[in-house]
């Protein structure tokens, strides 16, 4: 690729990322912009970006329960998979990082008024780098569901939140990984704002016997693609 001529990236097939107005998902409504949005062509600002090296992160950010000096309560999991491009291939040294609520459902956020404890030994913040075939991996405790007010009595279906660089400023993705098999996930609109089934459901890992550890966590598998047809939806 020359400097002066950047390979432009894919766009997102349609229904594949949710709208910026979607009213089931109340604050979008006075946040989403008013005017459609201007289609700018990808120049070397969005088909280049930062560069991460290993030493870029502190240490132990990959396990989110060893960050105190008590283990957090809650179920431990393991939660791994790949950064792939839009053609599959691995991406490797990039940036992920995660964040989440505790066990029972409260981040350790000043703005979290949630009844719900905090635990001492959880922050629920990690970060890691891909290794040269694309895989990350955390160490952390399964969120618990939350009440938020988008509506009365509505709850949030269990995720955990990510964000990905990538090899550009054009496939950041900044979204939700969500659990297989959560009751509250047809009636969460966040994950249903986005209108493509098989897209959304990109969005929920997979149970995965062979990543779990006998006697001591359950493994998730999901994998990030930035771009491409079959892209990570945004949040
Ligand atoms: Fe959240």
Redesign the pocket.
């Known amino acids: 690729m020359s400097l002066r001529d950047p390979v432009p990236y894919a766009r997102d097939s349609a229904g594949a990322q949710p709208p910026n107005d979607f009213p089931d998902y109340k604050s979008t409504i006075k946040r989403a912009p008013k005017q459609a949005p201007v289609r700018l062509q990808h120049t070397l600002t969005e088909t280049t970006g930062p560069v991460f090296k290993r030493s870029w992160v502190g240490k132990s950010v990959a396990d989110l329960t060893r960050q105190h000096k008590g283990e957090p309560l809650g179920e431990r999991i393991i939660v791994a998979g790949r950064v792939l491009d839009e053609d599959g291939r691995p991406v490797p040294g990039t940036l992920v990082e995660m964040?989440?609520?505790n066990a029972a459902g409260r981040?350790a956020h000043p703005r979290d008024r949630h009844d719900a404890p905090l635990d001492r030994n959880f922050t629920g913040v990690g970060q890691v780098i891909t290794d040269k075939d694309g895989n990350w991996r955390f160490i952390t405790i399964k969120?618990g569901h939350?009440p938020w007010r988008n509506t009365y009595n509505a709850w949030?279906a269990q995720?955990?939140?990510f964000s990905v660089f990538g090899p550009a400023f054009a496939t950041r993705v900044v979204t939700?990984m969500y659990f297989p098999g959560d009751p509250l996930l047809a009636d969460d609109p966040i994950y249903n704002a986005i209108p493509d089934r098989q897209a959304r459901e990109r969005l929920v890992s997979v149970y995965d016997p062979n990543l779990s550890e006998a006697e001591w966590a359950l493994g998730f598998r999901w994998n990030m693609v930035l771009r491409g047809r079959e892209a990570t939806p945004t949040e």
């Open positions: 964040w989440q609520a981040y969120p939350y949030r995720h955990l939140h939700q």
